[in-house]
């Protein structure tokens, strides 16, 4: 089981930065792959960024690609999202979430979410 947090999200302008964290429980963390997905009121959730457990593979989506960074933390249990050049667009939830080893963009595939965290980005 691993229970996931995430925080950093809030009202920012257009332009602006914002780091968001995400801390897990459990012993197993490096294990995991660790994605970040978003979703806009009316809208599905869609895929943000990934990392696969170890030194893996990363995935971005185009929306963000060049804007965004996802790291990891290992020995504190931690994943980032670095949001640099927020657009209106990029208002959302944001969802922090696990899957055993390897990353997809599929909101399906993944055993563990957080709660979210809220990011709006105004003009």
């Known amino acids: 089981q691993v229970q996931l947090a995430e925080s950093g999200g809030g009202l920012v302008q257009a332009g602006d930065s914002l780091r968001l964290s995400c801390v897990a429980s459990?012993?197993?963390?490096?294990?995991?792959?660790m994605a970040w997905f978003r979703q806009a009121p009316g809208k599905e959730r869609e895929f943000v960024a990934s990392?696969?457990?170890?030194?893996?593979?990363?995935y971005y989506a185009d929306s963000v690609e060049g804007r965004f960074t996802i790291s990891r933390d290992d020995p504190k249990n931690t994943v980032y999202l670095q949001m640099n050049s927020l657009k209106l667009e990029d208002t959302a939830t944001y969802y922090c979430?696990?899957?055993?080893?390897?990353?997809?963009?599929?909101?399906?595939?993944?055993?563990?979410w957080g709660q979210g965290t809220q990011v709006t980005v105004s003009l």
């Open positions: 459990g012993r197993t963390f490096s294990s995991y792959a």
């Open positions: 990392m696969d457990w170890g030194l893996g593979n990363i």
């Open positions: 979430a696990a899957n055993r080893y390897y990353s997809k963009t599929s909101p399906a595939a993944y055993d563990y």
